[in-house]
């Protein structure tokens, strides 16, 4: 059974940063797409970032030159670095793979637990 564990979020100031971490584990062969969401009251569950298995990146243009994605293959982790934050920020964020148990298997998508990122104003 796989797990994503996600860590990194909390209450920050605005301008300021955190950095998001989702850790996946259990029987993993392969994992291709990482993405990051973020859910806010009210509102639908929006992409903010993905990687590629090959570290190709896409961004929401809300976040573009403040939000970095990357991973670690070898540890099946994904970050998020967040940089001059703003209010608007605040949301619940939630990671999101894409993975093969086997080599000809088909992609399982899973999801982290969410962590909550308030930005105070």
């Known amino acids: 059974q796989v797990q994503l564990v996600e860590s990194g979020g909390g209450l920050v100031q605005a301008g300021g940063s955190l950095r998001l971490s989702c850790a996946a584990s259990?029987?993993?062969?392969?994992?291709?797409?990482m993405r990051w969401y973020r859910q806010a009251p009210g509102n639908q569950r929006d992409l903010v970032a993905s990687i590629t298995i090959g570290g190709s990146t896409r961004y929401a243009d809300s976040v573009k030159g403040r939000f970095t994605i990357s991973r670690d293959n070898a540890k099946n982790t994904v970050y998020l670095q967040m940089n001059n934050l703003k209010p608007e920020d605040t949301a619940v964020y939630y990671c999101?793979?894409?993975?093969?148990?086997?080599?000809?298997?088909?992609?399982?998508?899973?999801w982290g637990q969410g962590t909550q990122v308030t930005v105070s104003s």
């Open positions: 999101n793979v894409a993975y093969l148990t086997t080599p000809s298997s088909y992609p399982t998508e899973q």
């Open positions: 259990g029987g993993i062969f392969r994992i291709n797409a």
